[in-house]
Structure formats: C-alpha cells, structure tokens
C-alpha cells in the first residue's frame, strides 16, 4: 500500500526508510508572476507532500499595503517595510524602537493571531493527507530587528538594557501562547524561524546565541513535544557552529543554507536530525546546468540521507531557473529508486 504524503514526512522524521524523500516547494510570488506555466507544470508533476492549513482567525491584525508590491508596506506589528522590488519583501529603515524606555509602547503585539477556529483547522486537517506544517512562524531575533535596527539590536545584546529584557520576556511569552495554540490543534507540526546565518559565521557570538535565544528555542521544542508535535526551523547562512544545539533541542527538522556551510560538514548530524533542504538559491538554482543539479541532489543523497532524515525542499524564488527548480524534484526520484531497493 503506497504511503500518503503524511506517512512518508513522518517516516522521513522518524528515520523509517520511506519510499522516497518527502516534496516541500517554497515559491516567491515574483517566481509565480514571472514563470506561471513552468510554476503550475512543476506542481502538477511534482505535487508538495507539506501544506499548511488556514488560521481561519476570527479577527485579523491590522497591516497596511502589501509585502510584495513596490513601497511602504506596515505588518502586523507596526514595522514599515520599504520595497523597491515587486515580487520580494522590502527592508524597515526606520526602526520602530529608538529608545526602549519610551517607543516600547509603539509596538502592537498581533495577539489576532491567537485567536484561530481550531475546529476549522482541525477540519482542514482531517480532509487532508498532506504533512500539516501549522501556525504563524516565532521569530523572535528577526522580530527584534526589524523593531530596533539591526546594528542597534547588536550592541544592545553585548549589555541588554532592563526595558529591553523585559520586553523580550513578553515577547517570549507571547510565541509560547502562539505555538501552544496552534499545537492544540490536529496539525503535524509547529515551527519557528530566525535569520542566523552570515554567508560565513553566525551573525553574533555562539556564547550570546545561547544564552538569550536558545532558552526561548528549548521551550518552543518542549510544548510542540508534549502536545505529540514535530517541530520545524528555518534558518538562512552559516550555522553550522549551533547545529549541535539544534540536535540536543531535539528538533525534528531543520531547513538551512546545506551549500552555504558545506553539504560534507554535515554529516556528523545524519540520522540525528531532518535537513528539511534546501537545495543552493545563491548559485545552483540559478546558474546551474540540470546535470550540476542532479549531481547536488545525489551528494545531499549520499552525505545526509540516513534511511530518512532529507526533505526535497527548495525555493523557487527570484533568479531561479524554472528548469533547474523541476530537476530538483526529478533528481529526486531518480535517487527514490536506490531507496525503494535498498541500495
């Protein structure tokens, strides 16, 4: 009997030696505007085997404008992105928080995200043989960024001034009560994301990483484990220095930049933790030949692969060659076959 898509994500997590790796496509709506034929066509051959169900919120946080379109753009927590190209997100140049004894009130915390129908979710669930990846994404660094500058965010860690911990214990609170929400619900699994990496090192001190974020990232894992869920993160650049901590959180999946850090110096981590992809955006979705690809997928395939453990995830995103995204999903297939025998 074939497994379903819910099946297969499970048995990737749980290293069960599924039939073939898992599909999860992400897609930037400029990808979609620019190669909508190519786009559709990948979906039909390649179908996701991860979706993520609706809120269906009964109130919706108030934003102004649209993150994809050219301009300003204000989210749900009163930060204005400025966009100059349609398709992607903007940046904030103004920070909302210039002092934090004073701008802390500025900021809306989107408590309308709490406030999901859970029986709609869980209908949306049980229709479904797709993996459900639920919820908003915690983000807690990106979030502090985008409130307080990126180079204020960083000086302030070097001595967090008292408004500042107390706003990022509210903070904290407030992604418990999101996560512990969504877990409640029938979903397969939470997730939270963070921006860490630079196309090197880790954007700040592994020492200052552990001691302000990974305690929020412990409890994140801890309530999606005691309500029977898995839990995701993202992570863009090199974060190859923390991965030990990802694995001693007890993460079940984890989606960053293999290339970027080297798919070889991974290997010490397989069969300890999913790599929920991704396949290069920098370089080998975009400039790529399809035989460079396939030749990718094979190394992920052989450094990673540990009876289970490999998501075929990428991003169709700006640059990417609609070519280049398919063969990742054929490559893919290709390798199913030395799964389903064994070899």
């Known amino acids: 009997m074939t497994a379903t898509s819910r099946e297969l994500v499970f048995q990737t997590l749980n290293f069960q030696n599924p039939a073939r790796a898992p599909r999860d496509l992400w897609t930037l709506p400029l990808a979609i505007w620019t190669y909508p034929n190519e786009y559709a066509q990948i979906l039909r051959e390649f179908p996701p085997d991860v979706v993520s169900p609706n809120g269906h919120e009964r109130e919706l946080p108030r934003v102004v404008g649209d993150p994809y379109i050219k301009g300003e753009y204000t989210d749900e927590w009163g930060c204005t992105f ?198 290069d955006r920098q370089h080998l979705l975009v400039d790529a030949t399809p035989e460079q690809v396939n030749e990718a997928v094979r190394k992920v395939y052989g450094d990673l692969w540990r009876d289970g453990g490999c998501i075929a995830q990428c991003e169709f995103g700006a640059g990417s060659r609609p070519a280049n995204v398919r063969q990742v999903y054929a490559s893919w297939d290709q390798v199913s076959s030395h799964i389903s025998d064994g070899s």
């Open 82 to 279: 400025v966009n100059i190209q349609a398709g992607v997100i903007g940046e904030v140049k103004d920070s909302l928080i210039k002092d934090w004894d004073q701008d802390v009130d500025k900021v809306h915390f989107p408590v309308e995200w709490l406030t999901i129908d859970p029986d709609a979710v869980n209908r949306e669930c049980a229709a479904s043989d797709k993996f459900m990846l639920g919820g908003p994404t915690p983000r807690p660094f990106e979030q502090l960024q985008f409130l307080r500058g990126t180079v204020n965010l960083y000086m302030d860690l070097m001595d967090p001034p008292k408004a500042m911990r107390t706003f990022m214990r509210r903070m904290h609170q407030f992604y418990t009560e999101l996560l512990t929400t969504w877990a409640k619900t029938d979903v397969d699994a939470v997730r939270f994301m963070d921006d860490w990496g630079s196309q090197r090192v880790l954007l700040i001190k592994p020492d200052l990483w552990r001691e302000y974020f990974k305690p929020m990232y412990v409890e994140y894992a801890q309530i999606a484990h005691s309500h029977g869920k898995k839990l995701f993160m993202h992570s863009d650049g090199h974060i190859l220095a923390i991965y030990p901590d990802l694995v001693e959180m007890g993460i079940d999946a984890v989606n960053s930049q293999l290339f970027c850090m080297g798919v070889e110096n991974l290997k010490p981590f397989a069969g300890k933790i999913t790599f929920w992809g991704e396949m």
